[in-house]
């Protein structure tokens, strides 16, 4: 799978947007971009993910940029229990296992108010 | 959210005890993994099942015994254990294994060894 590389922290004030940044530059065409989040010590929790279009739910954007180089994951208005550690994750069969989440550091976003 | 669930929660065994964990998804998924966090490390995968069939096995030491009876459950037995197992461990399941299929994880059993 291809390598992410996130900043180790970022602050967000409440009810503004967090804009989460990911770079993934050696992603290759089949390879999908998730993102996930973990609250300390419990399961991590699924946002969202992309192929190569634009995504959003309920809970969040996803914004691929077209070369697909890198993605930004929106929160549109933060609120403290979105206080997490954020994972961008490219995952595909690349390597053999489709199967395979692999977490990095991920961003740890605090949310103030 | 309940899509996923595993117990018990926590759990504090010594090192010649035998204990099971339990995971259970209610999303209808016909994959089904577990993940080991320990502290201060990214997660690793252990095991994966598809349609109960184990099609991943991570190097993990024969002390960890997974048994998937049907697509909706997923144990882990656990005999024998070293301290050094202490850790989260994590239940998952997604619809299919393909990448286009997103994982969705339980609370964790927070595992003690001593």
């Known amino acids: 799978d291809a390598k992410t590389t996130q900043p180790t922290s970022m602050d967000c004030a409440e009810g503004r947007a967090a804009n989460l940044p990911c770079n993934h530059s050696t992603i290759s065409g089949n390879e999908y971009v998730y993102w996930y989040r973990q609250i300390h010590s419990q399961g991590p929790q699924y946002i969202i993910h992309g192929l190569k279009n634009n995504e959003t739910n309920e809970m969040a954007s996803l914004i691929i940029t077209e070369d697909r180089k890198s993605s930004t994951l929106i929160l549109p208005h933060a609120t403290l229990r979105d206080t997490a550690v954020y994972y961008c994750?490219?995952?595909?069969?690349?390597?053999?296992?489709?199967?395979?989440?692999?977490f990095g550091t991920g961003t740890r976003l605090q949310v103030t108010l | 959210e309940t899509g996923v669930t595993q117990t018990p929660r926590h759990l504090v065994m010594g090192m010649t005890n035998k204990k099971s964990l339990k995971c259970e998804q209610h999303l209808g998924h016909n994959a089904m993994y577990w993940y080991k966090q320990s502290a201060k490390k990214p997660l690793e995968l252990m095991f994966v099942?598809?349609?109960?069939?184990?099609?991943e096995n991570n190097s993990v030491p024969s002390r960890f015994s997974p048994e998937c009876p049907n697509s909706s459950h997923l144990f882990l037995h656990l005999h024998t254990l070293q301290p050094e197992d202490s850790a989260l461990y994590l239940c998952?399941?997604?619809?299919?294994?393909?990448?286009?299929?997103?994982?969705?994880f339980g609370p964790g059993t927070r595992l003690t060894v001593t």
């Open positions: 998952a399941s997604s619809q299919q294994l393909a990448p286009a299929y997103e994982q969705y």
């Open positions: 994750i490219v995952r595909g069969y690349d390597t053999g296992t489709a199967s395979k989440l692999t």
């Open positions: 099942y598809n349609f109960k069939e184990q099609t």
